[in-house]
């Protein structure tokens, strides 16, 4: 059973749109949410994170929205470009020393010049 | 990259035979995870370990062991490979076990049982 919904399956925007990736989770446990991107052929790698104690958290063109009444966190890419062509997996992991991180299924996101 | 190779990055076997996955690292990092890859499944965490000696399992740890003798390697095994083992495995490095830590993943394994 997964712990971390994610959806959609995949998005396909134009270069300049935005692209928006939304995922659920059940475990009030958890306590720290990372995105991760991967290309195809490589391994995942970090993104961007945030805690549950700040609603938005931005870097560059990429922002994650918080919303912990509602157990949903999200990934808006802004300004998408060909570049950010790949799938990303939102990811779950509870406090203290525990490291095991719980993912999504992934969203392949195409960028279409 | 993060110093992080697996071996071999592809291999094919045959249902019922035994297999090895290694994972070696050069960044000194205490927590190794393996976790495999599945289309609508994201990935998921076989086994991890915490140290020498120290492992654990994950979600999906059935059918495999895992063993850690130095820092550096993380071996992963199927004993008697199945077709349901079919997948594309990552390991994984972090230098701490704790939430903030970023974790590192290796360029993978694809593994076919037939």
């Known amino acids: 059973q997964q712990q971390v919904k994610q959806s959609p399956q995949s998005l396909i925007v134009q270069k300049g749109g935005i692209s928006i990736i939304n995922c659920a989770y059940e475990?009030?446990?958890?306590?720290?949410f990372p995105w991760y991107q991967q290309f195809p052929g490589k391994g995942p790698a970090l993104l961007i994170a945030i805690r549950p104690d700040v609603s938005e958290k931005k870097e560059g063109r990429f922002t994650i929205s918080f919303n912990k009444s509602a157990k949903q966190f999200s990934l808006h890419i802004m300004d998408s470009q060909p570049g950010d062509s790949a799938t990303y997996f939102c990811?779950?992991?509870?406090?203290?020393?525990?490291?095991?991180?719980?993912f999504g299924a992934g969203t392949t996101v195409t960028v279409r010049a | 990259d993060a110093g992080i190779t697996q071996s071999p990055r592809h291999k094919v076997t045959e249902t019922g035979t035994p297999v090895t996955l290694r994972c070696h690292q050069t960044e000194n990092h205490r927590y190794m995870y393996w976790y495999r890859q599945d289309p609508g499944h994201g990935l998921r965490l076989i086994h991890y370990s915490y140290g020498v000696k120290d492992t654990d399992k994950g979600e999906v740890s059935d059918g495999y062991s895992v063993s850690r003798s130095k820092t550096e390697d993380f071996l992963l095994t199927l004993e008697s490979a199945t077709s349901s083992q079919t997948s594309v495995y990552f390991c994984a490095i972090s230098r701490t076990g704790h939430m903030n830590t970023e974790a590192f993943f290796g360029q993978g394994t694809r593994l076919t049982v037939v």
């Open positions: 475990n009030t446990a958890f306590d720290y």
């Open positions: 990811a779950a992991s509870k406090g203290g020393n525990d490291y095991k991180l719980s």
